[in-house]
């Protein structure tokens, strides 16, 4: 069983403690994240952790849940950016001209691409569901990865292995697809839980992008 939420929900704490206490899963699915949304997310975290014994990880996680779900928002941003000029984003050419310009795009006119998204058919989901002593949370977009796209996410995942904290912050920054932290600095706060790479995934599975957290006990903070 699953309970499905949208951007005007109204949290009810009550019902959503009710919830959680039969283990029924929580969704919910956003166009362009919304502040007061993202707050319902961290407050469902926080809850189900608590639910799993796990209440004093939600820093970190809510940190890890923040920067996947920014990630999906900015690939759907993405599409309706190549979209507006006409670009062709699986096209290897046009893919370089409009990373060009991308990411100083985005922190000019971020709030214009909001409302784009606000009225498209891209869309981020947010999953929250116990199966047995694990917690899973997941994300999906509507984005599918490029070949190109995949191609970094794989490097970033296969390098993160490799780093800490010191040489994470002074890694020479990407300035068409940004500084790149997020999948690595996810990989290191769960190192951190003594919990191994693998129970961080991102992949592609249908029509979507999917990036997954599995959290279990036992914690062991290092």
């Known amino acids: 069983m699953e309970i499905c939420l949208s951007d005007d929900f109204n949290l009810d704490e009550k019902n959503i403690d009710e919830v959680i206490d039969l283990r029924i899963s929580v969704q919910m ?25 796990m209440g004093s990880y939600y820093h970190k996680l809510n940190y890890c849940l923040s920067e996947i779900l920014i990630n999906a928002i900015k690939a759907n941003m993405k599409r309706v950016y190549f979209q ?24 000019e006119k971020r709030e214009y691409y909001l409302n784009k998204l606000r009225n498209s058919n891209f869309y981020v989901t947010y999953l929250l569901k116990i199966e047995d002593s694990k917690l899973i ?9 490029t070949e190109e796209e995949s191609l970094r996410v794989k490097e970033k995942i296969k390098t993160a292995g490799a780093f800490n904290s010191e040489n994470l912050l002074n890694e020479e920054l990407d300035d068409s697809e940004g500084a790149g932290f997020g999948i690595k600095s996810i ?36």
Do not use: W
């Open 29 to 53: 699915i956003t166009h362009s994240l919304p502040q007061k949304t993202q707050e319902y997310m961290g407050t469902l975290l926080q809850k189900y952790l608590n639910e799993c014994g």
């Open 84 to 107: 507006e000029y006409s670009l062709d984003i699986n096209n290897p050419l046009d893919y370089i001209n409009g990373m060009k310009n991308f990411r100083n795009e985005m922190l």
């Open 137 to 145: 949370i997941e994300v999906r977009n509507n984005s599918v990865m």
């Open 187 to 222: 990989v290191l706060t769960l190192r951190s839980f003594g919990l191994p790479g693998d129970h961080y995934l991102l992949y592609t599975d249908d029509n979507e992008t999917v990036a997954k957290l599995i959290i279990e006990q036992p914690i062991i903070e290092i």
